[in-house]
């Protein structure tokens, strides 16, 4: 692990970005709509509203995370969404997703947010003890949602 890397995706990250998307979507159990695939491309291009980072060990790219940015009444201010947090699976069980957890807080603190929520798919039982010990809590609340 001594070769990892967190960097801001660009334009040239587009086609692993969306690789790794349709693995991670695939491996939860909802394959990636390719009409979702152009987001993906903003999101390589540099949207304000939802840096995002590719995960790379040495020169080999293992993973993506995306922090989308919003504002909680409730919270008391600014405050994320990790909306995605993909680790390819050889990448699993070392400690890096707690590394990458621990990176998005500290952008997450230096961009003066009050909060950071995520979701987690309820038949992912590897990932909720990950995000226990990170330091989120399950919520009183149902997340709903339309699609627009």
């Known amino acids: 692990?001594?070769?990892?890397?967190?960097?801001?995706v660009t334009p040239a990250d587009a086609e692993a970005l969306i690789q790794l998307a349709r693995d991670f979507h695939r491996e939860d159990?909802?394959?990636?709509?390719?009409?979702?695939?152009p987001g993906l491309r903003r999101l390589a291009a540099g949207d304000p509203l939802a840096p995002t980072w590719i995960i790379r060990e040495d020169d080999a790219v293992i993973g993506y995370v995306a922090l989308s940015l919003g504002h909680s009444i409730m919270a008391?201010?600014?405050?994320g969404f990790i909306d995605d947090l993909y680790l390819v699976p050889a990448a699993r069980?070392?400690?890096?997703?707690?590394?990458?957890l621990a990176f998005v807080e500290d952008e997450a603190r230096a961009r003066?947010?009050?909060?950071?929520?995520?979701?987690?798919e309820l038949a992912n039982t590897r990932a909720q003890p990950l995000y226990a010990t990170a330091g989120f809590e399950p919520s009183p609340r149902k997340l709903m949602t339309k699609t627009l």
Do not use: K, Q, T
């Open 1 to 8: 692990m001594s070769g990892l890397s967190i960097l801001p």
């Open 29 to 37: 159990g909802h394959p990636l709509d390719p009409a979702l695939e």
């Open 76 to 79: 008391g201010g600014p405050d």
């Open 93 to 100: 069980g070392r400690g890096i997703g707690r590394r990458v």
């Open 112 to 120: 003066g947010f009050r909060a950071l929520h995520l979701e987690v």
